[in-house]
């Protein structure tokens, strides 16, 4: 297996692939794939509605919410979530941490009056904000954050109480990775392609008020009321993907469920920032320190041309994926879920192997 650093498609639990293969042509004895089969069939419907009640069980979802499995991927929710909740008259106010919220708010400004609640731009996106320096009024109609930065490497620890106001989590890139509290979120939506499985799923968790209160002269397939009416059986769903979402979440569940995963991902990240922290400034981090991810780990060489080195050797011993976003530059390490405690110490090797030749 390649040590795969990929920040998105990443790495999947290898159990999960393997056990897809296996069943690939001859879905439950069918004779068939789960891919061939009818989405209205018995044997796709007890997989679709397992991952719900897995990932319910999981997070512990209140009743008052609804799981939701759509397409169009973490950005297709950029404009959903202002389409359906952001009506006239009304404001939403938006959180700058790096480019996805940016993409965020960009799509809710063609829909409606939006705010800028809070920025980190200034700083370069090294931070999250304080909680105190978050604006917003009671009366928007949300406030949306992004809850891990992929590009620039940051993370939220503490999310800001919204009160009656929905908090509108973009959780894409650390979604399944730590317990939440859903109830303290109005909606929290992610693309699967990271933690959750292959890309073409995207899941909603949405407060069931809120689907009662969105506005209806929307398209159809745009509301969210639709695919809860449905069961997210509106149209054909990815099912495939919902498929290997499902067995990605009995994997969680095997390792131990959130709490395990999270210290897997607090002991993998470790390794690597520390390499980062004791390198006397040959490796220099992004984040701030306090704002720091544990899913993708944003990092430079001392000078560009050992920097330019480093990935190349990298490429070369088998790491796959370690080049920043095409739009920073700089190197990253993206450390979710499925990547063995194994691989993060083969880089955190590699990489003081590198110092000690380089420096
Ligand atoms: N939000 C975040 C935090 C992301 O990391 C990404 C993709 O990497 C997206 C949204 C966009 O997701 P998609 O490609 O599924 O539209």
């Known amino acids: 297996r390649a040590f795969n650093f990929n920040a998105g498609p990443s790495a999947l639990p290898l159990e999960v692939l393997e056990k897809a293969q296996k069943e690939l042509v001859n879905f439950n004895n069918s004779g068939m794939s789960i891919m061939e089969m009818s989405h209205r069939s018995k044997d796709y419907e007890a997989v679709h ?3 719900i009640a897995r990932l319910k069980s999981l997070y512990s979802i209140p009743d008052n919410y609804e799981v939701l499995f759509l397409q169009g991927g973490g950005s297709l929710q950029f404009t959903m979530v202002p389409m359906n909740l952001l009506k006239e008259g009304q404001t939403a106010s938006y959180i700058l941490t790096g480019s996805w919220s940016e993409k965020a708010w960009k799509e809710a400004k063609l829909l409606g009056i939006t705010k800028e609640a809070a920025s980190t731009k200034g700083n370069a996106y090294r931070n999250i904000p304080a909680l105190d320096d978050i604006q917003f009024s009671d ?8 809850s891990n930065n992929t590009i620039f490497g940051t993370q939220w620890k503490d999310f800001p109480l919204t009160g009656n106001v929905p908090l509108v989590a973009d959780m894409s890139s650390d979604i399944l ?5 859903v109830s303290s979120f109005g909606i929290i939506y992610a693309g699967a392609q990271k933690n959750l499985g292959p890309s073409g799923v995207t899941i909603v968790i949405i407060r069931k008020d809120l689907l009662e209160n969105a506005k209806t002269d929307i398209p159809t397939i745009l509301k969210y009321s639709t695919h809860a009416d449905s069961n997210s059986l509106y149209n054909t769903p990815p099912t495939f993907g919902i498929y290997m979402l499902g067995e990605v979440l009995k ?7 959130l709490q395990a995963i999270e210290k897997n ?3 993998k990240a ?3 920032y520390d390499v980062i922290d004791n390198s006397n400034g040959f490796y220099t981090g992004h984040a701030s320190n306090e704002s720091r991810s544990l899913m993708n780990i944003t990092f430079r060489v001392a000078d560009e041309e050992l920097e330019k080195q480093f990935l190349a050797e990298a490429k070369e011993a088998g790491f796959v994926g370690l080049n920043g976003h095409r739009s920073v530059g700089g190197c990253r390490a993206s450390t979710y879920n499925a990547v063995p405690y194994e691989t993060c110490k083969a880089l955190a090797d590699f990489m003081i192997a590198f110092q000690n030749k380089n420096h």
């Open 177 to 181: 990775s730590k317990p939440i509290d």
């Open 139 to 146: 009366t928007d109609a949300y406030v949306h954050l992004t």
């Open 251 to 257: 994997w969680v569940e095997e390792k131990g469920g």
């Open 270 to 272: 470790k390794l690597i």
């Open 265 to 267: 991902n607090e002991e």
């Open 49 to 51: 509605n397992d991952a």
